[in-house]
């Protein structure tokens, strides 16, 4: 009996009659064989095709599944004997073909198992033929049967901590070790394996959770013409973990080597979040590839035009649309979420394009959109991070007012102010103070804390932290668009040379810039999250959009490290001391009662000045009950400022703990350094931060 919650009330023991049954959905491995299970409301035919290795240009054995002893309202199913884990396999499905209605069906197109929890690629795997018409087999992903329960976790648990403490490291499993210089044996560079290599690393760094770029099985080939999709953002198979990221060559491997991964982390007391994707698919637009849901049951999976069935609601910017609300797509959804956590432990999930889930069959958005209502009561996930990218490629955007009790939210909002603020654009005071304090005002929903925002300067999406302060435009003309795609507002302010530049004084104001957003950052109430790279300087040379850039573009270069010690050391002792400070985990919002108490000062004690022609503020707190006093001063003007303290007790003086303006080692003092006896003011100078602690 499997130990998975929605498995529970199933015996695993099957008939010994090839007939199957509906339930569990998928491959499930029992005594004696496999029970094989796909839903399908439209097709006439369903074909399951069994095979022997991933480049087999035709089933070993095909079983075609009648419709009167294989088939229960639309669930297809049949049980065969003699079969184990490892077993390759896909299905065929017979039906209509009607485009201007939205129904595809293709029988000699392999299709992936909705519900495979891995995925063998040919060694010819392409993406174009299963776009054209004819046979493609040969070339088409295969589904593996795995069992889920056969793995020894040796007593690893999902960890289940609080958001209180968490700090975010998003990274891409691929591009942290793929380089040359990641000092991992070759045989794992880029894989999960290399990963588990690095993991000291990740620990020294001093992060809690790191972020995984997606690991759902994905179309590499989803890219323009000679480059390769790196990000992941395009999925095929959602149970299946990306099977080029394991180093080992069995079609059971990614499994393991993943969940090897997982368990690693946990020992090292880091938590695993994945990005999943489930607004769109690798199967893109009219006449995309035909590799999975397409194939299977268009019009169940897939949001259309009510007025032209033929026609896909875009409402992601890849040419298709999953309809997260319907009830089949909901349980596939839900189903999966279980998968990951009771089958893989991890800790959370961050949904990319969430805004997305929350739309109606009719593309419009829902007040109380079910799916995600589902996620958030789910008692299988209830222990579990819930973070959403809260908006869409259509304009809807929900950072303010996304549903819930629960859900986090990338907060956008705080990404742009922070960046206009340090930058030195008008206006941004009054915001920038409000982001500092959780975006307390921000949120509509009164009974939210502070740390369900999820606060960042950078991400995948956009320029790294380097390339923000080092160019005032994209470039990305190797993406082969012709500098088309990416984002063309950035917030971005070269310092005067557009790139690298031998300037001394350019690349000082540079190192200070980065030190100032990280500073920021990390004294902000919510969740702060670091892109990989951005704590040594990783430059993409100005590509804000490198989803394609399987290559040294986006690679982590180790190199960094050395390179760009002093910042790293930065980031390290940074994290270091806000672990200590019982201010970072309160879960009320500074200010209110119980909470730490909050005083806005200027130039002078008292008078802050929020005008828009602002680009200063100083901020003091003092945490009840503890010795925690900050004064925090931001001095985002291009001239020095010279501001007065606040008065200490006789028996206490200032201590220094931060100064971006000064060179590494004292541009972060752990111990603090006492200021002078009776110092009653501090010279900030031009766009430095200064954190002063009373001790």
């Not at 589904?143 to 609080?162: F, H, I, M, N």
């Not at 009561?377 to 579990?384: I, K, R, S, Y």
């Not at 006789?650 to 603090?672: E, F, G, I, M, N």
């Amino acid at each position: 009996m499997s130990n998975d919650v929605g498995r529970a009330a199933v015996s695993l023991s099957f008939p010994a009659s090839s007939a199957g049954v509906s339930y569990p959905v998928g491959a499930t491995v029992a005594a004696g064989g496999v029970n094989f299970c796909v839903y399908s409301r439209s097709a006439t035919g369903i074909t399951l095709a069994l095979f022997d290795q991933a480049d087999d240009a035709a089933p070993a054995e095909s079983i075609r599944l009648s419709p009167d002893l294989n088939r229960t309202y639309h669930y297809w199913h049949v049980f065969v004997p003699g079969l184990r884990a490892g077993q390759l396999y896909g299905y065929y499905a017979d039906g209509p073909y009607q485009p201007d209605q939205g129904l595809v069906f293709d029988p000699l197109k392999l299709l992936v198992d909705p519900y495979a929890l891995s995925v063998a690629l040919p060694t010819g795997y392409s993406r174009a033929a299963a776009a054209r018409a004819g046979d493609n087999t040969a070339t088409a992903l295969k589904s593996v049967v795995v069992d889920p329960d056969a793995y020894d976790w040796e007593g690893d648990q999902p960890l289940k901590r609080a958001f209180d403490d968490s700090i975010i490291y998003e990274m891409h499993v691929r591009g942290f070790t793929a380089h040359p210089s990641s000092g991992v044996t070759a045989a794992t560079r880029g894989t999960y394996a290399g990963l588990v290599e690095k993991i000291p690393y990740l620990r020294g760094l001093g992060v809690t959770t790191v972020e995984l770029m997606p690991v759902q099985q994905f179309d590499p080939q989803d890219a323009p013409d000679g480059l390769t999709n790196y990000w992941g953002y395009q999925p095929v198979a959602l149970f299946a973990p990306h099977s080029p990221y394991s180093s080992r060559r069995h079609p059971l491997g990614p499994v393991d080597d993943f969940r090897d991964l997982v368990k690693a982390l946990h020992r090292a007391g880091i938590e695993v979040i994945l990005d999943v994707v489930f607004n769109h698919t690798a199967e893109a637009g009219t006449g995309g590839p035909i590799l999975s849901l397409r194939g299977l049951d268009n019009l169940t999976y897939y949001m259309v035009d009510p007025a032209s069935r033929g026609t896909y609601d875009d409402f992601t910017g890849t040419g298709n649309t999953v309809n997260a609300n319907e009830t089949i797509v909901r349980r596939l959804i839900l189903d999966c979420l279980r998968h990951w956590v009771q089958h893989m432990h991890v800790d959370g999930f961050r949904f990319d394009l969430a805004a997305v889930l929350s739309r109606g069959e009719d593309g419009a958005p829902l007040v109380d959109p079910p799916i995600l209502w589902d996620i958030e009561t789910d008692p299988v996930l209830a222990g579990t991070k819930i973070i959403a990218e809260a908006w869409d490629a259509a304009g809807l955007y929900e950072v303010t007012t996304f549903v819930g009790d629960r859900w986090a939210v990338w907060n956008g909002c705080y990404r742009d102010n922070l960046r206009r603020f340090v930058k030195g654009d008008v206006g941004q005071v009054r915001t920038f103070a409000d982001s500092l304090l959780g975006s307390a005002s921000l949120f509509q929903h009164p009974d939210r804390d502070p740390t369900r925002s999820i606060n960042f300067v950078t991400a995948h999406d956009g320029f790294t932290l380097n390339d923000l302060v080092s160019y005032g435009a994209k470039h990305n003309q190797a993406n082969g668009e012709d500098n088309r795609d990416g984002a063309d507002t950035n917030d971005s302010w070269n310092c005067g040379a557009e790139g690298p530049t031998d300037d001394p004084d350019i690349n000082q104001l540079r190192v200070q810039q980065i030190k100032n957003f990280l500073t920021a950052l990390f004294v902000s109430q919510g969740r702060p999250m670091l892109l990989m790279g951005d704590e040594v300087r990783r430059t993409q040379h100005g590509n804000n959009n490198g989803y394609c850039q399987d290559n040294e573009t986006s690679w982590y270069d180790w190199d960094l490290t050395t390179g760009s010690a002093d910042l790293l050391r930065f980031v390290q002792g940074f994290l270091d001391v806000r672990k200590g400070l019982s201010l970072f985990t309160d879960r009320h919002f500074w200010g209110e009662p119980g909470s730490a108490t909050v005083a806005w000062h200027g130039v002078e004690i008292g008078q802050p000045d929020f005008s828009d022609g602002s680009h200063s503020l100083a901020l003091e707190l003092s945490q009840p009950g503890t010795a925690e006093h900050l004064h925090i001063i931001f001095n985002a003007y291009w001239q020095p400022l010279d501001f007065a303290l606040p008065d200490l007790p006789v028996d206490q003086r200032w201590h220094r703990l931060v100064d971006t303006a000064l060179p590494s080692p004292d541009d972060l003092t752990d111990p603090p350094q006492p200021l002078a006896p009776g110092q009653g003011r501090y010279a900030v100078r031009p766009r430095s931060t200064v954190i002063l602690t009373a001790k």
